[in-house]
């Protein structure tokens, strides 16, 4: 798993997570007190997201999970009033299958540019048919990763998405 690649604890990283839709929702915020087990927890539930989709809704909508994520970003608690604490790395990783509507284009690019003007560092890790807005969803192209399907392509792809984030980090020490 892609979180095997993190010293998960209150002083290093913590990790969020969105499942998405038609509709997104949090299934964890960044919270300090989250450790390996709970976070491998609620990440195996993203891998079972088929089991919700009668919740969820389709097709997906990637502007609503992004804009989500910026939210959780912005008050990584949860909790009322909360606020980032200053100096932490802002990294999201966005999984999509398939392109987005047309008509959703300028949404998306609109809450990926969002992202980024809040200095985030985006990932974007996609199954075809990947559609144009799939180029703007990462920081830039060499943050983009796209596959067939993820059953064949994630074993090869995470790996090098773990590596590329840790490098992004190593230098003050936050990865194993």
Not at 17 to 23: D, Q, S, W
Not at 57 to 74: D, K, T
Not at 116 to 138: H, N
Request: charged share 20%; net charge neutral; aromatic share 10%.
């Amino acid at each position: 798993m892609l979180v095997d690649y993190f010293v998960l604890d209150e002083n290093n990283v913590n990790i969020g997570f969105v499942l998405y839709g038609k509709e997104p929702t949090i299934l964890s915020h960044p919270q300090p007190f989250k450790d390996q087990a709970e976070t491998n927890t609620r990440a195996t539930l993203l891998t079972q997201r088929e089991n919700y989709m009668n919740v969820l809704g389709s097709p997906p909508n990637v502007a609503r999970a992004l804009n989500l994520m910026r939210a959780m970003f912005q008050n990584p608690s949860g909790y009322p009033m909360e606020r980032p604490r200053r100096g932490v790395m802002k990294i999201g990783v966005i999984f999509t299958w398939g392109a987005q509507p047309i008509d959703a284009f300028d949404d998306v690019i609109r809450a990926s540019d969002d992202l980024r003007m809040d200095g985030v560092t985006m990932y974007a890790v996609g199954r075809s048919p990947i559609g144009p807005e799939f180029a703007r969803l990462a920081t830039d192209e060499c943050k983009l990763f796209s596959m067939g399907n993820f059953q064949e392509g994630l074993p090869s792809v995470l790996p090098y998405l773990g590596s590329s984030i840790c490098t992004r980090k190593d230098n003050i020490g936050l990865f194993k």
